[in-house]
T-cell receptor
Framework: EAQVTQNPRYLITVTGKKLTVTCSQN?????MSWYRQDPGLGLRQIYY???????DKGDVPEGYKVSRKEKRNFPLILESPSPNQTSLYFC?????????????FGNGTRLTVT | GENVEQHPSTLSVQEGDSAVIKCTYS??????FPWYKQELGKRPQLIID?????GEKKDQRIAVTLNKTAKHFSLHITETQPEDSAVYFC?????????????FGTGTKLQVIP
C-alpha cells in the first residue's frame, strides 16, 4: 500500500532532550516536507526537500533540523526541544513537488515538550 | 509571501443543508488550489482541487469555485451528512524556485448535526 509512515505517533519529552521523528514513504516521491499544525494557525511548513541531499527552510524552521540521505526517508530532528514546539507534526510527500501536485500526508506525530 | 485567509473558523449545519467555506489569497501568481479534509485524529486528505485556468469543479456533492480577479475561492458541500464533519483546509500553491510552495488557510471545523 502506498503510504507515508511517521513514527512515533505520540511523544512526550522534556525540554532539551534531543529527539527524532522519522518519516518514510514508499511511493518513490522526490519531494518531502514537514509541517506543524497548531490550533488557529493551520499547517505551517518547517522544512522541505526536493530530492536526496537537497533540503531547504520552510516558513517556521527555527529549532528544527532535517536530513535526506535516502529518497524514502526524511527525519525531523529537534536538537533541544522547547515547550513552544509542542504541536502536531505531519510529514508529506508528492512525486516531484511540481505544479498541481497534491500532498500525501503521514498519520501525524503529536509531540508534547514539558 | 502568500497569505491565505479562511472563513468561518467553525460552521454548524443541519444534516441535508449546504455548507460553504470561503478562502482568499494574496498572491496573484498562485495557480493551484487544493482542499483537504481532516477527520478527528487523522491525516489531512485531498478532497478536491482546482487549477487557475478553471472557474468551477464538481465532484458529486462537493464543488469548488475560483474567482481569480477577486482572489478568492470557495468550497461548497451540498446535502451534508454526518460523515462530512471534519476540519477543512484550503490552500494556495505557487511556483517558487522550481517547486510548488503551498500555503494553508487556518482551517474550518464543520459540524453536521443529525
Amino acid at each position: 500500500e502506498a503510504q507515508v509512515t511517521q513514527n512515533p505517533r505520540y511523544l512526550i519529552t522534556v525540554t532539551g532532550k534531543k529527539l527524532t521523528v522519522t518519516c518514510s514513504q514508499n511511493m518513490n516521491h522526490e519531494y518531502m516536507s514537514w509541517y506543524r499544525q497548531d490550533p488557529g494557525l493551520g499547517l505551517r511548513q518547517i522544512y522541505y526537500s526536493m530530492n536526496v541531499e537537497v533540503t531547504d527552510k520552510g516558513d517556521v524552521p527555527e529549532g528544527y533540523k532535517v536530513s535526506r540521505k535516502e529518497k524514502r526517508n526524511f527525519p525531523l530532528i529537534l536538537e533541544s526541544p522547547s515547550p513552544n514546539q509542542t504541536s502536531l507534526y505531519f510529514c508529506a510527500s508528492t512525486p516531484t513537488g511540481g505544479p498541481h501536485s497534491p500532498l500525501h500526508f503521514g498519520n501525524g506525530t503529536r509531540l508534547t515538550v514539558t | 509571501g502568500e497569505n491565505v485567509e479562511q472563513h468561518p473558523s467553525t460552521l454548524s449545519v443541519q444534516e441535508g443543508d449546504s455548507a460553504v467555506i470561503k478562502c482568499t489569497y494574496s498572491d496573484s501568481a498562485s495557480n493551484y488550489f487544493p482542499w483537504y479534509k481532516q477527520e478527528l485524529g487523522k491525516r489531512p486528505q485531498l478532497i478536491i482541487d482546482i487549477r487557475s485556468n478553471v472557474g468551477e469543479k464538481k465532484d458529486q456533492r462537493i464543488a469548488v469555485t475560483l474567482n481569480k480577479t477577486a482572489k478568492h475561492f470557495s468550497l461548497h458541500i451540498t446535502e451534508t451528512q454526518p460523515e462530512d464533519s471534519a476540519v477543512y483546509f484550503c490552500a494556495a500553491s505557487l511556483n517558487s524556485g522550481g517547486y510548488q510552495k503551498v500555503t494553508f488557510g487556518t482551517g474550518t471545523k464543520l459540524q453536521v448535526i443529525p
